[in-house]
T-cell receptor, first 114, second 114 residues
Framework: DAGVTQSPTHLIKTRGQQVTLRCSPK?????VSWYQQALGQGPQFIFQYYEEEERQRGNFPDRFSGHQFPNYSSELNVNALLLGDSALYLCASSLEQYSTTEAFFGQGTRLTVV | AQTVTQSQPEMSVQEAETVTLSCTYD???????LFWYKQPPSRQMILVIR??????QNATENRFSVNFQKAAKSFSLKISDSQLGDAAMYFC???????????FGAGTRLTVKP
């Protein structure tokens, strides 16, 4: 059983560019959350997708957007990249919105903005 | 706003010994969940243990146990019989009932000495 998979593992982009990160949830999971983890800090919640809709959003600007597909996989898009967007982006999947069961994390995408 | 504080940036323990990692949180909610996650160099966040706030009994998972003090808003993790594989970053996290925004502390780096 494959767990949560994220692609790519590493990415280097130039300031002002746009980037798309991808996440495939654990088999059987229908909810995907995205987190940003800056160096030396804990993860920060960006948003969560359930039933192909953004259900909840953290304190992130509109430059951060996402999508969930019918197969429950998800994309995180970041426009007009800033140097401060450099971070590890983690995807977590779970079963159902507001689930009390365990959320499984992927290994993340390391984004570097230069 | 809910915040999570981990006051120990780094901790060290001798193999086979016991270590306790501290975590405090701030909330006005009565229903919530607390978690300890482990993040090894592979970057994947792995759930170590979870505690429901309504449960008075402290959670245990094999060598891992917590000391949950709801009135003091304290949630410490005790690792017994430490093993080399326990070396990692440990994050304390909080999530409100019916809310998907998981709040993480800044983490504690645990080193295990052979």
């Amino acid at each position: 059983d494959a767990g949560v998979t994220q692609s790519p593992t590493h990415l280097i982009k130039t300031r002002g560019q746009q980037v798309t990160l991808r996440c495939s949830p654990k088999s059987g999971h229908d909810t995907v959350s995205w987190y940003q983890q800056a160096l030396g800090q804990g993860p920060q919640f960006i948003f969560q997708y359930y039933e192909e809709e953004e259900r909840q959003r953290g304190n992130f600007p509109d430059r951060f957007s996402g999508h969930q597909f019918p197969n429950y996989s998800s994309e995180l898009n970041v426009n007009a990249l800033l140097l401060g967007d450099s971070a590890l982006y983690l995807c977590a999947s779970s079963l159902e919105q507001y689930s009390t069961t365990e959320a499984f994390f992927g290994q993340g995408t390391r984004l570097t903005v230069v | 706003a809910q915040t999570v504080t981990q006051s120990q940036p780094e901790m060290s323990v001798q193999e086979a010994e016991t270590v306790t990692l501290s975590c405090t949180y701030d909330t006005s909610e009565s229903d919530y969940y607390l978690f300890w996650y482990k993040q090894p160099p592979s970057r994947q966040m792995i759930l170590v243990i979870r505690q429901e706030a309504y449960k008075q009994q402290n959670a245990t998972e094999n060598r891992f146990s917590v000391n949950f003090q709801k009135a003091a808003k304290s949630f410490s993790l005790k690792i017994s019989d430490s093993q080399l594989g326990d070396a990692a970053m440990y994050f304390c996290a909080y999530r409100r009932e019916n809310n998907n925004d998981m709040r993480f502390g800044a983490g504690t780096r645990l080193t295990v000495k052979p």
